[in-house]
């Protein structure tokens, strides 16, 4: 069966909301939910593709965009790549050109909608940003915590509070501070054992790799309002992290980095073909700082995680 392949937008309006499109009835996958886009026909550009389907379906012009995140997905009776891009800008005011109903929804409602079940990874990728944060270690914890404060207020929305030189009661007291700092500000993903879960409501978890190829065959640990991560370094452990149904990964390291000196870099081009058959958002981590956002995005990424290179002088 061959795979169709699609074009896929993520349209945000000036408040941040998100543009989705109903589906027709008469259609595969009726009635339900999507982001607006089409079929890129044989021999067409992606961009192309896209710019002139939401010109057909939405009325609009597409000014600005970039690369979100592909995913191959097989239904009983359809074989589909979703090549889905963030617009950044487009003018016109999007109408539903061709009578499907449209909504402007707000990035945390996502999941109160019923999507097609290949939509689901951009639901994630649309509510991720594009930087994940890791705090350094053997920072003393007030500095830490002010470090933290300073990077919150630059914009930080997800935080990962790493500190494997802390004894276990060090770091769940330390959880604690930074939960109360991140509350309405960021996601915070902590790391630990599993019987910790109960304990922090409202934390996210990221799993280590070596949790990721223990407790994988088990499923989710939690369920899917809760968000749930995994450090990768290669192809094994991506398979493992989408059988387990993480909301997105860490893969590492792209460049040689100061915490792991040991660890042989992917290099861009191995990550890139990594990334190639993964269906879930991936922050690349390992010597990167802001400067290589286009470069993770080109290479298919949701964008970089970072410890020296995203903390605040």
């Given at each position: 069966?061959?795979?169709?392949?699609?074009?896929?937008?993520?349209?945000?309006?000036?408040?941040?909301?998100?543009?989705?499109?109903?589906?027709?009835?008469?259609?595969?996958?009726?009635?339900?939910?999507?982001?607006?886009?089409?079929?890129?026909?044989?021999?067409?550009?992606?961009?192309?593709?896209?710019?002139?389907?939401?010109?057909?379906?939405?009325?609009?012009?597409?000014?600005?965009?970039?690369?979100?995140?592909?995913?191959?997905?097989?239904?009983?009776?359809?074989?589909?790549?979703?090549?889905?891009?963030?617009?950044?800008?487009?003018?016109?005011?999007?109408?539903?050109?061709?009578?499907?109903?449209?909504?402007?929804?707000?990035?945390?409602?996502?999941?109160?909608?019923?999507?097609?079940?290949?939509?689901?990874?951009?639901?994630?990728?649309?509510?991720?940003?594009?930087?994940?944060?890791?705090?350094?270690?053997?920072?003393?914890?007030q500095a830490l915590l002010q470090g933290l404060r300073a990077a919150l207020e630059g914009g930080v929305r997800l935080v990962q509070l790493r500190a494997p030189n802390m004894y276990d009661p060090e770091y769940r007291d330390l959880a604690?501070?930074?939960?109360?700092?991140?509350?309405?500000?960021?996601?915070?993903?902590?790391?630990?054992?599993?019987?910790?879960?109960?304990?922090?409501?409202?934390?996210?978890?990221?799993?280590?790799?070596?949790?990721?190829?223990?407790?994988?065959?088990?499923?989710?640990?939690?369920?899917?309002?809760?968000?749930?991560?995994?450090?990768?370094?290669?192809?094994?452990?991506?398979?493992?992290?989408?059988?387990?149904?993480?909301?997105?990964?860490?893969?590492?390291?792209?460049?040689?980095?100061?915490?792991?000196?040991?660890?042989?870099?992917?290099?861009?081009?191995?990550?890139?073909?990594?990334?190639?058959?993964?269906?879930?958002?991936?922050?690349?981590?390992?010597?990167?700082?802001?400067?290589?956002?286009?470069?993770?995005?080109?290479?298919?990424?949701?964008?970089?995680?970072?410890?020296?290179?995203?903390?605040?002088?």
């Amino acid at each position: 069966m061959k795979r169709v392949h699609v074009a896929a937008a993520v349209i945000r309006g000036a408040n941040g909301r998100v543009l989705l499109a109903r589906r027709p009835e008469d259609k595969h996958q009726g009635g339900l939910w999507e982001f607006p886009g089409g079929k890129v026909e044989a021999g067409e550009a992606v961009e192309a593709a896209l710019a002139r389907e939401l010109e057909e379906e939405l009325g609009i012009r597409v000014t600005a965009a970039r690369p979100l995140i592909q995913i191959r997905h097989d239904y009983p009776d359809q074989r589909v790549l979703l090549d889905v891009w963030e617009v950044g800008a487009f003018a016109g005011e999007p109408h539903g050109a061709e009578g499907q109903a449209l909504a402007w929804v707000a990035p945390r409602q996502l999941p109160e909608y019923e999507f097609p079940a290949a939509n689901y990874p951009i639901v994630a990728a649309v509510r991720l940003p594009e930087r994940y944060l890791i705090t350094p270690d053997n920072l003393p914890s007030q500095a830490l915590l002010q470090g933290l404060r300073a990077a919150l207020e630059g914009g930080v929305r997800l935080v990962q509070l790493r500190a494997p030189n802390m004894y276990d009661p060090e770091y769940r007291d330390l959880a604690v501070d930074v939960q109360g700092l991140c509350a309405g500000r960021a996601q915070l993903m902590l790391k630990g054992p599993l019987e910790w879960l109960g304990d922090f409501p409202a934390a996210g978890w990221h799993l280590t790799a070596r949790q990721l190829r223990e407790y994988a065959a088990n499923g989710r640990p939690f369920p899917a309002e809760r968000w749930l991560a995994a450090s990768c370094h290669d192809a094994e452990e991506l398979a493992l992290a989408a059988r387990m149904g993480v909301d997105f990964v860490t893969l590492s390291p792209v460049e040689a980095t100061h915490s792991h000196p040991e660890a042989r870099p992917l290099g861009w081009e191995q990550a890139a073909e990594l990334l190639q058959g993964f269906d879930r958002p991936a922050f690349l981590l390992g010597g990167l700082d802001s400067q290589h956002l286009m470069r993770a995005w080109q290479a298919g990424a949701q964008g970089i995680a970072g410890i020296r290179g995203l903390w605040p002088e």
